[in-house]
């Protein structure tokens, strides 16, 4: 092949995207509630060893992208999209109004918002910090995102303290931190019932999101089950609007199974909004598009959701590789990871449905023939071949994976 111009390189993509087929239309994708959030299409390739890779883009152009693409849903941080020294100012509400009319222009829907607590240097020792001037500032920065929120028509609000922790050992008083930190919350549910009362809005739902680590080295509420006793602690004056976001590679990222995350939330009642990537066990957030890595995970934590009637978003917590371009993040991007998604979804739905599986499931739930009851060798031995089908229903769902339940196979 010759060298290719780069007149030409845009086109190249765009020929071979279409080449992979498996697309759907932006009509279908909006069936789903997938959300786009402006800090992942805006990503621009930085990080701590990296410098950008891509060009700055506006919340108009990436709400404009959304559109065409199919993703009905947008969410921000604030800061994402108002400058820190604009918050609170008629500055930030002039930068709402133009949210507001782009998203109608578009046919777009804000979903979600979130206030960054992590990146100014004001945050350096965490929202809950010893200082009353920075705790009060965030309150401030929390009850502001509120009020954005009920502006945008915003339905969830997500809080994720990962610089609610430490560096060096000692440093702080854990308990007292985490007493800060709930005030935080509650000043945020306090004016949430104010303005949605004030708009006649339901209030917002409050979502906690965890992260094992980064920034921080130790972070005080790291899991998704941190979370949740977090919510149970008797802190929080409101524990009824408060659940959470969980994220699927932050919960890979400390070497858990993210569906059994997701099913003690579920069980709980709290899983309200869910942050979808792909990455790996034990590493850095790397933020990889949903499948890419695990896809027989995620098969099997999306049965999971479809199965216990998860409504929630879907919300794409990804960053676009340091490689792709401005161009590819909208034409290969985020299309391909909502097509792998709904993908997956609707694959799900068939691992719900397949006889096979059915029949498998339900004689492990019927057990062999009774024997008596306190008979150890006897009861291992009525049920010994029928725990054989805990291999054979994984078997199957990887058949429906690639397609083999269909009759896949290769010519050897």
Not at 83 to 90: E, I, V, Y
Not at 171 to 180: C, F, H, M, R, V
Not at 323 to 333: D, K, L, P, Q, Y
Not at 346 to 361: C, F, L, N, R, W
């Amino acid at each position: 092949m010759q060298p290719i111009p780069p007149s030409q390189q845009q086109a190249l993509v765009e020929r071979l995207m279409q080449a992979c087929g498996g697309s759907y239309t932006p009509e279908q994708r909006r069936k789903y509630f997938i959300s786009g959030p402006q800090w992942a299409a805006a990503y621009q390739g930085q990080a701590l060893f990296h410098a950008p890779t891509r060009e700055p883009v506006s919340f108009e152009e990436v709400i404009r992208k959304w559109a065409e693409i199919g993703i009905g849903y947008w969410s921000t941080h604030d800061t994402d999209v108002i400058p820190t020294s604009a918050l609170g100012t008629d500055q930030q509400w002039e930068i709402v109004a133009r949210i507001k009319k782009a998203l109608e222009d578009n046919g777009v829907q804000c979903s979600m918002v979130t206030t960054e607590t992590f990146y100014h240097p004001v945050w350096a020792a965490g929202p809950a910090a010893e200082q009353p001037q920075v705790r009060e500032y965030a309150k401030f920065r929390l009850e502001n995102t509120i009020r954005i929120g009920h502006e945008l028509g915003a339905r969830y609000v997500v809080y994720w303290p990962g610089s609610l922790g430490y560096q060096v050992q000692g440093a702080i008083d854990e308990p007292q931190t985490l007493k800060w930190y709930a005030e935080a919350i509650n000043a945020a549910c306090e004016a949430d019932i104010a303005i949605a009362q004030q708009k006649g809005r339901p209030t917002l739902k409050h979502c906690l999101e965890a992260k094992p680590f980064e920034p921080q080295a130790e972070i005080l509420l790291p899991t998704s089950d941190a979370m949740l006793a977090f919510i149970d602690s008797g802190l929080l004056t409101h524990p009824e609007m408060v659940g959470l976001n969980p994220e699927y590679l932050h919960e890979l990222m400390w070497g858990a199974a993210p569906r059994a995350a997701l099913a003690r939330a579920l069980l709980r009642g709290k899983l309200w909004h869910f942050d979808v990537n792909d990455g790996y066990r034990l590493k850095h957030d790397v933020d990889i598009a949903v499948g890419l890595v695990n896809p027989l995970d995620w098969l099997n934590v999306l049965v999971l959701l479809r199965t216990y009637g998860y409504e929630g978003p879907f919300n794409l917590d990804y960053k676009p590789p340091r490689t792709t371009s401005n161009h590819g993040v909208f034409a290969v991007s985020f299309p391909s990871a909502v097509d792998r998604f709904i993908t997956l979804w609707e694959m799900a739905g068939e691992v719900s449905a397949d006889p096979i599986i059915q029949e498998a499931t339900e004689a492990l739930k019927a057990g062999g023939t009774p024997a008596p009851s306190l008979d150890a060798d006897q009861i291992f031995a009525m049920n010994r071949d029928l725990l054989t089908l805990h291999e054979l229903i994984a078997h199957r769902i990887f058949q429906i994976l690639v397609g083999q339940h269909r009759g896949r196979v290769y010519s050897i």
